[in-house]
């Protein structure tokens, strides 16, 4: 019997898939389901699969259904984009960002904090030696 070794995350459609039921567990006031969603499966697959088109489909999702205000997935797509600059080539997140000022502002925001910290981290290094 042969095992498949699939991913914690699931697999890249799981993004969407999981967005989705952050954005139905917030319209219901579900606060577990969507604290479920938002600090395990959505990150760690947002880890595993940044590199794929269902990464920015369910960014698009995250984005055009969840308030400014609520920052849970949205703070985990910022975190994703700031780690991986070369998503910013992509025509679909380009488009993404040109269509959500806000949102792109935030990602930008975001990337400073990453330089920041990767800066700091080089200076204690440094210093270390």
């Known amino acids: 019997m042969c095992i498949s ?15 989705q039921v952050f954005t ?3 319209k219901y006031d579900l606060p577990t389901l969507k604290t479920l969603r938002t ?7 947002c880890t595993e699969y940044w590199d794929s088109e ?3 489909a369910a960014a698009e999702h995250v984005v055009v ?13 910022h975190t994703t984009l700031a780690q991986y600059p070369g998503l910013l080539k992509k025509p679909g997140v380009q488009t993404l960002l040109s269509k959500h000022a806000r949102f792109a ?3 930008l925001k975001r990337q400073g904090e990453e330089m920041e910290r ?8 440094r210093g270390s030696k």
Not at 39 to 45: C, N, P, V
Not at 65 to 77: E, Y
Not at 118 to 125: M, S, V
């Open 105 to 107: 502002f935030n990602v």
């Open 118 to 125: 990767q800066a700091e981290e080089i200076k204690r290094l």
């Open 65 to 77: 259904n969840t308030l400014d205000t609520d920052q849970g997935l949205r703070k985990t797509v």
């Open 24 to 26: 139905v567990a917030d």
């Open 39 to 45: 600090a395990s499966s959505y990150g760690r697959a």
């Open 5 to 19: 070794q699939q991913s914690p995350a699931g697999d890249a459609s799981q993004l969407l898939l999981q967005s």
């Open 54 to 56: 269902p990464f920015i």
